[in-house]
């Protein structure tokens, strides 16, 4: 919410205005998925099991196939018990103690100098508002992973994307046109661009921040600007992420 506030003027003027999605239930902010609409990596690994796997567990118990004899168990098909933690709690852990991934100062025909460039562009343009280059960790009980700065590239906040991304999907607060900004990093290692994997083309997929409604705008707008040359710098630092 620090982070959110921050910066306020230059955001108005931008045009941007992320908010958190929370949780219906309890009124907490939910951070995961890409419209943050978990608020755990556990739920967020149970809603997976559920719903792209077809698997009922502990957090999501409920088939979503109700036909007669598709739930012919009767009860979650993963759950904790006997002492051993089920599927989607081990999940949630593995998911936690994963490595981020490690950005390279250099790479192919890029120099250290065009990604440093690039790095000062993406600041200047306006990307760095919404994908915040550093957020730090809250205390954790592992001490490895507690109040620790994280990399993410990302505000953990939900902005409307414009029509043109769209996907007409509501979750929590989140509306079809509001998405969590995706983390970047780890960027230089995608195949696939965007929610729905659209483009491998990553100017393309910077294009495509920009349509009616989109917060991304006017950024957009500064991006397009700027020289060949400047711009290949700010696409060679997202590279090296």
Not at 153 to 162: A, E, I, K, P
Request: with cysteine; net charge negative; proline share 3%.
């Amino acid at each position: 919410m620090a982070n959110k506030n921050a910066n306020a003027s230059l955001k108005q003027q931008l045009g941007i205005s992320g908010r958190e999605n929370r949780t219906g239930n309890d009124g907490s902010i939910t951070r995961f998925g890409w419209k943050a609409q978990n608020k755990s990596l556990v739920v967020f690994s149970g809603e997976a099991y559920n719903v792209e796997q077809g698997v009922t567990n502990e957090i999501f118990p409920n088939a979503r196939e109700t036909a007669t004899g598709c739930d012919a168990m009767g009860h979650a098909e993963d759950n904790s018990m006997n002492g051993e933690e089920g599927d989607v709690v081990e999940f949630a852990r593995f998911m936690r103690l994963l490595a981020p991934p490690t950005p390279v100062t250099s790479y192919g025909n890029v120099s250290a100098a065009s990604i440093q460039r690039g790095q000062a562009t993406f600041v200047l343009v306006g990307c760095a508002l919404c994908h915040t280059p550093t957020m730090n960790t809250g205390p954790a009980s592992i001490t490895a992973i507690s109040n620790q700065a994280t990399n993410l590239y990302s505000d953990l906040l939900v902005h409307n994307m414009g029509t043109n991304l769209a996907d007409g999907v509501s979750q929590g607060n989140a509306s079809g046109n509001e998405f969590r900004t995706a983390p970047l990093w780890g960027l230089g290692q995608r195949i696939f661009l965007l929610h729905d994997g659209r483009t491998s083309d990553l100017l393309k997929a910077i294009q495509a921040h920009s349509s009616q409604g989109s917060e991304a705008i006017t950024s957009i707008s500064l991006f397009n600007a700027l020289p060949d040359s400047v711009m290949q710098d700010l696409v060679n630092f997202l590279r090296s992420l």
